[in-house]
C-alpha cells in the first residue's frame, strides 16, 4: 500500500519536474535579451568573439535542440555550466543548498513553535490572549518578507547591535546567529496564519457536540483538548503549515538578498537575470522536488493523524 | 574602450524606500550645488594606514564572475583584479600613466618597448619574464577566446620579447592611446605556465590564478566571496600592504549594503549611486571621501533620423534638463554639473592644457528660454521624442523623469518607454530593442583616464558606441589626430577641441558628472579615493588609522 503510494507519488514528482523544466526553460528562452548581452555588459564585442561564446554556449541551435542539450546532460545527471561563473551547476547548488535548508528549516521551526503555539492559546482562552493574539496575527500578517527585514535589520542590527546584518557566519552557532532574523523574517507573515487557522479550527472543534458532551461529562480538560479538539483540529493545521512551509521556499529569495545570504533563493534571482538558464533550470528542481517533498510528508501525515484518511485515496 | 555601467537590477530595489536620509556632516565634500572644478574638493588618496588590520570585508555590487582579466569589465571583476593583478603600466590615483611591470619608451611612433622592472615576480616567487607578457597580451587580443579586449590591439602588428626583459610592440599606425589600455585590464600580465596549464578554468572558481600583486588569491567561493591574503614576498618591497586579509563580497542590495557598513559587518566599499549616502555622510562609524571620478551620467542619442536628428533640439533638450535636481536626487550631492561629455577626473595628462580648455567651456546650466526659441526655430514643437529607460531602475527612471519634463516644458513631447530592469541592456546590445527609441540613459567610462576614451567610442565611425553612424569629419579628424600624437600636451590640446566640438554638436548629451565615493569604517584609512581603483592596486596603503 505505502509502497504503491510512493511510488505513484515518485512518477508524479517526475512528471512534475519534467513540466517544470520545460516550461520554465521555454520562458526563459521567449524572454528578450541575451547571456551574452549580460556577459560582455553590453559592450560590443568583435564577431569573432561573440561567434565562439555563441557556439559554447549553443546559443545559435533551435529552442528544442538547446532543450535536449540540456535535458539529456540532466538525465546523465549533468546540469550543465553556469554562463557567467563557468563552472558545474551542481557544484555550484550544493554550496549554497545547506542556507536555504537551513533558512527555510529555521523558520518552519518558528512557525510551528509559535504559530500553531499561539493559534492553540487564542483558541482555547478567550479574552485578553485571544484578543492580543487577534491584533498581534492581524499586524504580522499583512507585513512583507521584505519590509520585516528592513525593520529588523534596523532595529536589531543597527540599533540594538544584537545580531549581524547580514552574511552566513561560520561554525553552528555562527549560522544560528546569522539566520535567526532571516527566519524571523521569512516566518513572520506565515506565522500569523498559521495562528489563525489553528485557532479556527482549534474553536470549530471546541465547539463540537462530542466535545461539549465531553465536558458535560466531566472528563479533565487536559485530556479532552489532547484527545478530542487537537487531535481533530490536526488536519487543517498540518494543511495549512505544509502549505506555508512549501511556499517559504518560493519566498526566500527576497530575504536572502536582503540579508546578503549564499542561499539559492538569491542565486535564482541573480541567474535569472543574467540569464544564466543552466543555472536557472538547475535550482528550480531543487526547489520543484522540495516543494513535491514537503506535500508528500504532508499526505503521509494525514494518515498517521487521522485513521479515516488512506493513503492515496481519491477525492470523494 | 568604453562600457556602460551595468545597472543592477535588483529583485527586492523596493527596499530603498527605508532607510530615511539625514542631514550630512560638516565638512565633506557633498555641497555640489554650482561646483564645477575638477578637483575641488575632491581627493585621490586618503591618508595612509598606519596599522596593521586583521581582516577587512569590502562589498562590490554583485558577486564576482570571473578573475580572468580578458572578462572583466564591471565594478565586481574589475576592484577585484585590481586588487592582486598588475598590468604592465599602472594609472596612478591621479590618472597619471605610470611604470607598472615595466617601463615604456617610444622609440618611433609605430614601436612601443616596455622594459619589465627589476626583480618583477608572480606569487610563486617565478621571475614575470618577457614570455609571460607576451603571452598575456596575446591573450587579450584573441578573439577567439571569447575576452573583450580584442578590439583594443586593432593597430597592433606584433607582440614579440626582443630580450632578456623587454618586450616589443609593433604598431601597424601609430597608436597612443594603447599604453592607457595596457595600463588597465588588457595589460594585466598573468604565468604563462600556469594560465596554460589550468586552460579553460582559469580564472574560475573551479581553476585558480596567478598574478604579480600585493595581495594574492586564497580563496573563492561563489556567493561567499573572493578572499585575497597579503603576499609576503611582493617584489616592490617599497609597499608593505597593512591589511592581512581582504574578502570582497557581493551585496547587491542598497539597504544590505548600508546596513553592513553601519555595523561593521562591511569595513569598505566603492558604491555607485547609493540612496543611503546622506545616512552614512551623518554615520560616526563610517566615513565618506569623494574622489575624481572618470565615470560620465550622459543621454545616450540612438536615433539621428527623428526629432533629435536636429541639432538646435538636442541643444534645446541639454538646455532645459534640470541636472541639478539630477545630482541631488540621484547622486545625493556625489557628482558635479558638466561642461564637457568626458568627466573632468579623466584628465590624466596634460593636466593645464585641459584645465584651461575646460574652464573656458560654459557650465551646463538650464535656460529654457533659450531652450524654447531652439525648438521652434527648429520646426519641432509638438513632436515626441521618445526616451528608453526601466520604472525598475530607479536612478534610470528618475534622469528620465528629468528628460520628460524637460521636453515638455519646451513644447515638445515625451514618451516613456520602460523595459524590465533586466532588458535594460538589449538598448545598448539590440538594434531590435533601440528601434524607435530616441535616446536612452547610461553611465560610461573609459578603461584609462582621459576625455578620448569614452568620446572616440562615441563620435568616430565604426565606434563601438556609435548606434547611429554619427559622423562629424571635424571631430574624427582631431581624434585621429591626437590618437597619433607623441606630445601629451598637443594631444590634450586635440582632445580638448574635440570636446569642445562635442559639447556643441551633443551626439550624446552629458548629464552629470559622477565623483568616485569611497566609503569605509571609521577606523580603516589609506584606499585610493578616485576611480583608478578600477585599474590599479588599490589597497597597498590601507589600513588602521594610528
Known sequence: MLGRFLARRLAMLLASLLVASFVIFAALYAAPGNPVAALSGGRSLPAASLAVLEQRYHLNDPFFVQYWYWLSGALHGNLGISITLRENVSTLIASRIWTTAGLVAYASVLIVIFGIGLGVLSGLRRGLVDT????LTAISAAIPGFVAAIVLILVFAVDLGW?????????????????????VALAISSLAIVARVTRAAVRTESGREHVQTAVSRGIPARLLIRRHVLRNAAIPITTITGITIASLIALDAVIETAFSLNGLGAYLVQAAESKDLAVVQGISLVLVTAFVVVNLIVDLLYAVLDPRVTLGSRAQ | MTRPRRWVPIAAAVLALALAACGRSAGSAGSTAGNVSPTKGLTATTAAGTKPVASVVWAVYRDVNSLDPIFAFDYPENTADSLMCESLLR???SGA????????????????????????????????????????????????????????????????????????????????????????????????????????????????????????????????GVVAVRNPHYWNTAVRPQVQQITLKGVPDNNTLTSGLLTGAINGAYPGGLSTLNQLRASKAVRVTQGPGWSSDLFIVSNFKGVLGSVKVR????????????????????????????????????????????????????????????????????????????????????????????????????????????????????????????????????????????????????????????????????????RGTADPGQRAALVA??????????????????????????????????????????????????
Not at chain 2, 125 to 149: E, I, M, W
Not at chain 2, 465 to 472: F, G, I, S
Not at chain 2, 533 to 546: Q, V
Request: a positive charge; proline letters at 7%.
Open chain 1, 132 to 135: 492580543g493574539t487577534l491584533l
Open chain 1, 163 to 183: 545580531f549581524p546584518a547580514l552574511g552566513n557566519g561560520t561554525g553552528f552557532v555562527g549560522n544560528l546567529q546569522h539566520l535567526t532574523l532571516p527566519a
Open chain 2, 91 to 93: 594609472q596612478s590615483p
Open chain 2, 97 to 224: 600613466l605610470q611604470p607598472g611591470l615595466a617601463t615604456v619608451t617610444h622609440p618611433s611612433s609605430t614601436t612601443a618597448v616596455y622594459t619589465l622592472r627589476p626583480g618583477v615576480k608572480f606569487w610563486d616567487g617565478h621571475p614575470v619574464t618577457p614570455a609571460d607578457v607576451v603571452y598575456s597580451l596575446n591573450r587579450a587580443a584573441d578573439a577567439k577566446l571569447g575576452g573583450f579586449y580584442p578590439l583594443v590591439f586593432q593597430r597592433v602588428k606584433s607582440i614579440a620579447a626582443t630580450g632578456s626583459n623587454q618586450v616589443t610592440i609593433t604598431l601597424k599606425q601609430p597608436d597612443y592611446w594603447l599604453d592607457g589600455e595596457l595600463a588597465s585590464m588588457p595589460g594585466i600580465v598573468i604565468e604563462k605556465s600556469v594560465a596554460q596549464q589550468q586552460g579553460k578554468n582559469y580564472g574560475t572558481p573551479a581553476g585558480k590564478i596567478m598574478c604579480s600583486g600585493p595581495y594574492m588569491l586564497k580563496s573563492w567561493t561563489p556567493g561567499v
Open chain 2, 315 to 482: 541643444q534645446a533638450l541639454s538646455l532645459a534638463v534640470n541636472r541639478q535636481s539630477i545630482i541631488n536626487s540621484v547622486y545625493k550631492g556625489a557628482a558635479l554639473l558638466p561642461r564637457w561629455i568626458a568627466n573632468p577626473g579623466t584628465f590624466g595628462y596634460g593636466g593645464q592644457v585641459f584645465a584651461k580648455a575646460y574652464d573656458s567651456s560654459p557650465v551646463l546650466t538650464q535656460n529654457l528660454a533659450q531652450a524654447k526659441k531652439l525648438v521652434s526655430q527648429a520646426g519641432a514643437t509638438g513632436k515626441t521624442i521618445t526616451i528608453g529607460m526601466s520604472s525598475q531602475l530607479s536612478d534610470i527612471a528618475a534622469v528620465a523623469g528629468a528628460y520628460s519634463s524637460a521636453a515638455q516644458a519646451i513644447g515638445l513631447k515625451a514618451k516613456l518607454h520602460s523595459v524590465s530592469a533586466q532588458n535594460y541592456i538589449n538598448f545598448f546590445t539590440d538594434p531590435k530593442a533601440r528601434a524607435g527609441v530616441d535616446g536612452f540613459l547610461t553611465i560610461n567610462y573609459g578603461d584609462y583616464a582621459d576625455p578620448a576614451a569614452l568620446l572616440s567610442t562615441i563620435v568616430l565611425p565604426g565606434g563601438s558606441q556609435n548606434y547611429d553612424n554619427y559622423n562629424d569629419p571635424k571631430t574624427t579628424a582631431l581624434l585621429e589626430q591626437a
Open chain 2, 497 to 546: 577641441q574635440a570636446e569642445q566640438l562635442a559639447v556643441k554638436n551633443l551626439p550624446w548629451i552629458p548629464n552629470v558628472q559622477p565623483v568616485s565615493v569611497l566609503i569605509t569604517s571609521k577606523n580603516l584609512t589609506g584606499a585610493v579615493a578616485s576611480f583608478a581603483y578600477m585599474f590599479a592596486p588599490w589597497a597597498d596603503s590601507l589600513g588602521g588609522t594610528g
